[in-house]
């Protein structure tokens, strides 16, 4: 439009924030052949795992969502496909939004519990920021010392809800480590004790 209107292509590339030669350029292609789309897209090193493979990928995980990349790399090796990395399937999983998340390990609540909480819930929503104050407030964590207990992995598409687990409350010993819960309380004014559970 700029140059239909007489602007000089050396004002016009400045308008659009381009270099006059780049100007120059996609302007010739327009003219010749009234496109200027951009090839960018077919640049670069073409996918190791193609479609099909990468459905391939997305069945093994939907068969057992709870298996590392060695474990899936080792499964799609075995099939008809070339062999890839571990980095490789790594790097296509996260491309296909399969992620690898802890699972969420709370109680599994029965239809009796969650009457309850919406109870408790409609009880207390319009409480005043007052009476918020007045609660005091728990939380648990774990600590784990010398060891990792082979916690597991899920994966999951991003819109998919994580895995519910049941909660485990205890600490063990089983070698050479130890797990700890420890409860710690606070509210709004100050902060409760930690204790070791």
């Known amino acids: 439009m700029a140059r239909r209107l007489g602007t000089s292509i050396t004002e016009t590339a400045r308008l659009v924030g381009c270099s006059r030669s780049a ?3 996609i302007h010739a292609k327009w003219i010749n052949d009234g496109d200027t789309s951009s090839r960018r897209q077919d640049v670069g090193r073409p996918r190791v795992i193609k479609e099909k493979g990468r459905r391939r990928l997305s069945l093994l995980v939907k068969q057992n969502r709870r298996q590392t990349v ?28 399969l992620c690898s998340r802890c699972p969420t390990r709370v109680p599994l609540l029965t239809k009796r519990h969650r009457q309850l909480r919406l109870q408790w819930a409609r009880e207390h929503r319009d409480w005043t920021m007052d009476e918020w104050k007045r609660v005091a407030w728990s939380n648990e964590s774990r600590f784990l ?41 606070f509210s709004w004014a100050a902060l409760g004790p930690i204790v070791v559970v």
């Open 145 to 185: 010392i010398h060891h990792v207990d082979g916690r597991v992995r899920v994966r999951h598409p991003p819109s998919a809800r994580r895995t519910v687990a049941p909660l485990l409350y205890n600490r063990s010993y089983r070698g050479c480590w130890w797990r700890y819960y420890v409860l710690g309380t």
């Open 70 to 97: 060695a474990q899936l790399t080792a499964q799609y090796n075995a099939g008809p496909s070339a062999n890839v990395s571990e980095h490789t399937v790594q790097r296509t999983l996260l491309d296909m939004g």
């Open 23 to 25: 100007f120059v350029s």
